[in-house]
Nanobody, 125 residues
Framework: QVQLVEYGGGSVQAGGSLRLSCAAS????????MGWFRQAPGKEREGVAG???????YYADSAKGRFTISQDNAKATVYLEMNSLTPEDTAIYYC???????????????????WGQGTQVTVSS
């Protein structure tokens, strides 16, 4: 299965920006979607953004208009550009992949089944 390693977390003040990167190895024909999730302290993990092989993108309401997911297939890397960050965006951010023999809808967060180790994002007020 695909292996995922995240980079780019850190601390930023409210209103600032960060870009997360996810280096993927072991892509196969089963790797249909890539995405980003996050888990804040005391909360469940939630989907943030997803992208299909055809570059169709999907966002959680909390991310729309502020976050942008993209991918560079040549570099096997997925990015999450985050702008206008608020303290509510503080969380561990996970890169994820959906591996399937079919063609899932990449906005269905429940289909993601491979995870990176996570990277901390802290937004201070």
């Amino acid at each position: 299965q695909v292996q995922l390693v995240e980079y780019g977390g850190g601390s930023v003040q409210a209103g600032g920006s960060l870009r997360l990167s996810c280096a993927a190895s072991g892509y196969s024909y089963r790797t249909k979607c890539m995405g980003w999730f996050r888990q804040a302290p005391g909360k469940e993990r939630e989907g943030v953004a997803g992208i299909s092989r055809a570059d169709n993108t999907y966002y959680a309401d909390s991310a729309k208009g502020r976050f942008t997911i993209s991918q560079d297939n040549a570099k096997a890397t997925v990015y999450l550009e985050m702008n206008s960050l608020t303290p509510e965006d503080t969380a561990i951010y996970y890169c994820a992949a959906a591996e399937s023999s079919s063609w899932p809808w990449c906005g269905d967060w429940g289909l993601f089944n491979v995870w990176g180790q996570g990277t901390q994002v802290t937004v201070s007020s």
